[in-house]
């Protein structure tokens, strides 16, 4: 078996989700999901919890004390475990992402492996594309108001746009680690999608709709979603849009990675962490625009 510890938002646990369903599938094995990081944690500003029930995936959960997970700092404690009451439980060994940044030995790794990270980088699942694009179809039907923003951007030449805000901006801690991308950056993006399209449409999207409305003016023909609770509605119109401008956002990362186009023009920003430990991380792909 392979376990994927899922933890973050819907794009973390998407990120999560992918690079362990790439490793159990070159094992011909299960993965198994487990979810103890949403009881553990001290959610402080956005509340976290598992959101990958909303797509066609094989759900398949482990509760962490059924299993024994080796580490190397514990291995003579784990021996021991083995000896006594471990003995018939699943044993696995743990690989923890050590840096935020392309470790190729993720794809080799052997069966019974506990994965514990982020994994935000195509290459770790890039060769499952087709798998994970029908893992990642929505179980439900849009709504009324969902349905009439999807026509609208099947009819158009739809350009999805998202501002991630939240705690990005409230609380100084994720601020000073993430960045949050500014009016400049959106300007700009807005503008190189201008000339690279015919006739673009934006539909802009954001965790906070009132700030985005008063403070993003867009001389383009513009729609501003607002009034979904649940994220993946505003991830399925995302997905339906020809082009794309993220923000520093696993969200909107999937949102631009699961449109198949090859036609497709994302722009994404070159620096998507302030905190200069995370300057090799390589989140965007070769072939969107780093602006």
Known sequence: MIVTLLKGGLGNQMFQYAAGRRL????????FMDLSWFKNVAQVDTKRVYELNCFNIEEN?????????????????VKVYRLTKGLLKPRL?????????????????????????FWQNEKYFTDIRRTLFDDFTFKSKPD????????????????SLHIRRGDYARNQATKDFHGLMGSDYYNKAVEIMA?????????????????????????????????????FEDMRLMVNCRHHITANSSFSWWGAWLNPS??????APRRWFLDPSMSKAEIIPEKWIKL
């Open 24 to 31: 159990a599938l070159k094992h011909g094995t299960k993965l």
């Open 61 to 77: 959960f482990i509760d962490r004390s059924s299993i024994v997970i080796a580490e190397a700092e514990q291995s003579l404690k």
């Open 93 to 117: 060994r743990t690989f923890i992402e050590k840096a935020h940044h392309y470790d190729k030995q993720v794809l080799s790794l052997p069966d019974n492996t506990y994965l514990d990270g």
């Open 262 to 267: 090859k036609d497709k023009i994302v722009i």
């Open 195 to 231: 000339k690279k399209t015919k006739n673009p449409r934006f539909f802009i999207f954001s965790d906070e709709p009132d700030w985005t409305k008063k403070n993003i003016k867009i001389k383009y023909p513009a729609t501003y979603v607002s009034g979904n609770k649940a994220g």
């Open 144 to 159: 009324s108001k969902n349905k009439q923003l999807l026509e609208a951007i099947t009819n158009s030449n739809a350009v």
